[in-house]
């Protein structure tokens, strides 16, 4: 049976050469990063060339880069840290509709400790209006703490304004965060030309090892570690450095912003193939998120009448592997939060996949699911009460 994996938006093999970085690390080259002797001190120096071409790949200073467990964690620590060292002990938090739960759920928790929390609206597409984050930051005044807004939606691939976010966060002197983890390797991410304080980002989804990210954070940010212990991380994140991962990363993000161009155009062509067959062969169909303004691998389609489950359960027989929006939410009964959010009935949104491509991706692969996704559908349509 052909395997085809489209859910690069979950996660990604980890690439050779990264791979071929980490090995040493597993076993001659074993030292803490923390120890004084030539074990260490080796482990050190490759932490540090890690954290230096990172820094250089974002367009940062190698001090302003903080390696964590992952996006996840990257996230947490800008928000609540952010929050536990503002001077002036502002509760007010404003974020977007559509966040990865990573920002969302920690939002909820501070809003249960007294917050208040600003959810700003996007419009069909999944975009932010800068000129509502400029009305909630004027509501909000000397309250307001950290807005943080993702640059590229997890689950339809829309990418934010977010220079001009971050602009109207800097006019009203408040710290932005965005979670990047879904764009850097895919599109270009320069955070000084964007004017961010806080950027997070992720190894497992551009062909690194999981359990390793990063955190851009602006020298003079005040932030505060979630964590305590040792002084690793310039006293930022406690605890003895990944090695391994730290090093595979590095070599990871390399990787993927030397082949972006390249590869982010193979695979728009790739998807566009992917959307206009399924456009033309299956009737009812939504694409979701902005047509034009998003990643190049990813296509988030909904299909009337049918559950998006049901589609995946019957791709995943003939060795075909998408998901329906976020991993970190699949298997609850929940509409989509971001397709909710952008205006699409429940009813549609639970009709909806996501398909993201990566680099083993073929022509062939895109064309077998245009065989065999089309009868799916419609038998699952046959099936169902809803169908006309």
């Known amino acids: 049976m052909r395997r085809v994996y489209l859910d690069h938006s979950a996660t990604t093999p980890v690439r050779a050469e990264a791979l071929e970085a980490m090995l040493p690390y597993f076993s001659d080259e074993f030292g803490n990063a923390s120890?004084?002797?030539?074990?260490?001190?080796?482990?050190?120096?490759?932490?540090?060339?890690?954290?230096?071409?990172?820094?250089?790949?974002?367009?940062?200073?190698?001090?302003?880069?903080?390696?964590?467990?992952?996006?996840?964690?990257?996230?947490?620590?800008?928000?609540?840290g952010v929050i536990a060292g503002a001077r002036d002990g502002g509760r007010h938090i404003i974020t977007s509709?559509?966040?990865?739960?990573?920002?969302?759920?920690?939002?909820?928790?501070?809003?249960?400790?007294?917050?208040?929390?600003?959810?700003?609206?996007?419009?069909?597409?999944?975009?932010?209006?800068?000129?509502e984050l400029r009305k909630a930051l004027a509501a909000a005044g000397t309250d307001a703490v950290l807005v943080s807004i993702m640059m590229a939606n997890n689950e339809v691939g829309t990418l934010e304004p977010i220079k001009e976010l971050a602009a109207a966060a800097?006019?009203?002197?408040?710290?932005?965060?965005?979670?990047?983890?879904?764009?850097?390797?895919?599109?270009?991410?320069?955070?000084?030309?964007?004017?961010?304080?806080?950027?997070?980002?992720?190894?497992?989804?551009?062909?690194?090892?999981?359990?390793?990210?990063?955190?851009?954070?602006?020298?003079?940010?005040?932030?505060?570690?979630?964590?305590?212990?040792?002084?690793?991380?310039?006293?930022?994140?406690?605890g003895t450095e990944d090695v391994p991962g730290i090093v595979g990363m590095a070599?990871?993000?390399?990787?993927?912003?030397?082949?972006?161009?390249?590869?982010?155009?193979?695979l728009h062509q790739l998807r566009d193939r992917l959307q206009g067959g399924l456009m033309e062969r299956v009737e009812d169909n939504l694409l979701n998120g902005h047509p034009v303004r998003r990643r190049p691998h990813l296509l988030n389609m909904s299909f009337e009448n049918v559950e998006g489950e049901s589609i995946l359960l019957s791709l995943d027989a003939i060795g075909v592997a998408a998901s329906s929006g976020s991993a970190c939410t699949s298997g609850t009964l929940e509409p989509s939060h971001v397709l909710t959010a952008m205006g699409i009935p429940p009813e549609i949104a639970h009709g909806?996949?996501?398909?993201?491509?990566?680099?083993?991706?073929?022509?062939?692969?895109?064309?077998?699911?245009?065989?065999?996704?089309?009868?799916?559908i419609k038998r699952l349509r046959q099936m169902s009460p809803f169908a006309r």
């Open 352 to 376: 909806s996949v996501r398909f993201s491509l990566g680099q083993a991706t073929t022509a062939e692969d895109i064309e077998y699911v245009l065989e065999k996704l089309p009868p799916i």
């Open 170 to 238: 800097a006019e009203a002197s408040v710290p932005f965060h965005t979670d990047a983890v879904q764009a850097v390797g895919k599109v270009p991410v320069d955070v000084e030309e964007l004017g961010v304080d806080l950027l997070s980002l992720s190894a497992h989804k551009l062909y690194g090892p999981k359990g390793v990210g990063a955190l851009y954070v602006r020298s003079g940010t005040r932030i505060q570690p979630l964590q305590h212990g040792g002084h690793h991380e310039r006293g930022r994140r406690a």
């Open 251 to 266: 070599r990871a993000v390399e990787a993927a912003c030397q082949e972006m161009d390249e590869e982010s155009r193979r």
């Open 35 to 80: 120890s004084v002797h030539g074990f260490g001190q080796r482990a050190r120096h490759a932490v540090e060339e890690a954290r230096e071409k990172i820094a250089s790949l974002l367009g940062a200073s190698p001090e302003e880069i903080v390696f964590t467990g992952g996006g996840t964690e990257s996230d947490n620590l800008a928000i609540k």
């Open 97 to 131: 509709s559509i966040e990865h739960h990573a920002v969302l759920n920690t939002c909820t928790m501070f809003e249960k400790q007294g917050f208040e929390v600003t959810y700003l609206p996007v419009d069909g597409y999944g975009l932010v209006d800068p000129e």
